[in-house]
């Protein structure tokens, strides 16, 4: 099967199955784009597929008479309708200026994207442009999948912070399109009607917490991946991101899993204390998926706070337009809030394409800042360009703040160890009972596996 007609032919599902979708047999063209919302497209198949969900899944392809001379495809795990409205703008954008090309975009969410991801790569069927995670970036290196893109023309716009990041290891892999935000949603009208403000310290946020729990209110939602691993970090990494010698403390951790596993045991204690507590439900947590099940519970406006990303800020807008809230950085010190951010949505160019300068080409018009502002701004993001421009959501304008001050790196590059994947298994733990101790030894089992592949 051809690379650009792969696109048309199948929708890959949740659960990482492909649903083969029957089209008229024609050349592909730049124009005529088809954007399918996972709504949509779940309606279209329904009838003919029954009891086969393809909710999580959004392709944007083209169709028309129009031949080009080249198809490219771009994989990705944005699937929501607005980031999808962004890239398919700039897709647009780039077939007028390249009107030889046509790209076509598949978005999956993210667990089961990676799954498809790793399988197109390994058989030797990967797209051409994809995105990527810490861990992620970490494996494929090691396999020779990601071509260099140091030579791209946009490397010199993006801010330091980025280029910490990018630049880790020598050779730049990826390219960023946002610098994600991970926030305490509040509700301020639950909050007012308790006398409650926004809680600042962990001592605030603990007496907030406690004030629900005694009028029968569970006070914090929370998914099964990213939300009380990214408190975690802002817990155990805090003291590591605040002192002089960041890079030097940081570059201990890079390979040490002892260490790295000892310096996040305060987190790790702080979610064994939130789950002992009942400050969250455990059972239902382990089945809250990320941005989906935590927003639908969030939105009924019956509970006071919810950990996510700050991307999510727009679904809350459109699912629960009079709900009153705002994102605040984490309450987890004695002292003082800390923000986590990822340099995040990161794009990488398959070393193994047909098309490696095309693709290149086309990574650098994605991260022109004409293109980043747009993006970023649907993710609801910071730019990772010079300056990094906030996001211009109301909501959010706390984190805003945060982030001028210094921040957490969530998954950060300088650290060679799986750590974003391997602290997610530690607290899905920590949520089925285990204590902090038992999941800090799980931790330090999981970041060792990954130094051994390295």
Avoid at 27 to 37: D, I, P, Q, V, Y
Avoid at 104 to 118: N, R, T
Avoid at 213 to 232: E, F, H
Avoid at 349 to 357: G, K, M, P, Q, T
Wanted: glycine share 6%; net charge negative; proline share 5%.
């Amino acid at each position: 099967m051809e690379d650009g007609q792969r696109m048309h032919e199948e929708a890959r599902v949740s659960d990482g199955a492909c649903v083969r979708v029957p089209l008229a047999s024609r050349a592909l063209t730049r124009r005529g784009f088809l954007a399918a919302s996972a709504l949509g497209l779940a309606a279209a198949l329904a009838p003919a597929l029954p009891g086969c969900s393809t909710s999580k899944n959004v392709v944007v392809g083209t169709a028309g008479d129009e031949v080009v001379d080249m198809r490219l495809t771009f994989f990705g795990f944005k699937y929501e309708p607005l980031n999808v409205a962004a890239i398919e703008d700039i897709l647009r954008d780039y077939m007028d200026e390249y009107p030889n090309v046509s790209v076509s975009y598949e978005g999956i969410k993210s667990l089961p994207y990676y799954e498809a991801l790793v399988k197109r790569l390994d058989s030797g069927s990967g797209d051409d442009v994809f995105m990527i995670d810490h861990d992620t970036a970490l494996s494929f290196e090691k396999k020779g999948y990601l071509a260099d893109l140091a030579d791209l023309p946009t490397i010199s716009t993006f801010s330091r912070l980025t280029l910490d990041q990018m630049e880790a290891g020598g050779a730049i892999l990826y390219v960023p399109t946002s610098i994600s935000a991970f926030g305490l949603y509040c509700n301020t009208d639950l909050l007012a009607a308790h006398g409650i403000e926004a809680p600042r310290t962990l001592a605030e946020f603990e007496r907030a917490c406690d004030a629900f729990l005694a009028d029968g209110v569970t006070p914090l939602v929370t998914n099964n991946d990213i939300s009380l691993k990214t408190l975690a970090i802002a817990r155990g990494m805090a003291e590591v991101y605040a002192a002089d010698n960041v890079r030097e403390r940081v570059a201990a951790l890079s390979a040490d899993p002892d260490a790295l596993a000892v310096q996040l045991r305060p987190g790790l204690e702080l979610v064994e204390r939130i789950v002992e507590r009942g400050y969250v439900d455990a059972g239902t947590a382990l089945d809250t998926e990320k941005t989906s099940d935590d927003l639908d519970q969030f939105a009924t406006g019956r509970y006071p706070f919810m950990l996510t990303g700050a991307w999510a800020s727009v679904r809350v807008h459109d699912m629960a337009p009079d709900l009153a809230y705002e994102v605040h950085p984490y309450p987890v010190l004695e002292d003082r809030p800390v923000l986590v951010v990822n340099v995040d949505t990161r794009v990488s160019v398959n070393a193994n394409s047909a098309h490696v300068e095309e693709a290149k080409e086309f990574a650098a018009f994605l991260t022109q800042p004409s293109a980043i502002e747009r993006f970023a701004n649907s993710q609801c993001s910071f730019s990772p360009l010079e300056g990094n421009a906030a996001h211009d959501d109301a909501p959010l304008q706390p984190l805003a703040g945060a982030f001028a001050a210094g921040a957490v790196v969530g998954a950060d590059d300088n650290i060679l160890l799986p750590v974003w994947g391997a602290l997610r298994q530690s607290v899905v733990s920590l949520l089925g009972g285990a204590t902090a101790a038992q999941a800090e030894d799980q931790l330090r089992s999981l970041l060792a596996e990954g130094a051994d592949a390295s």
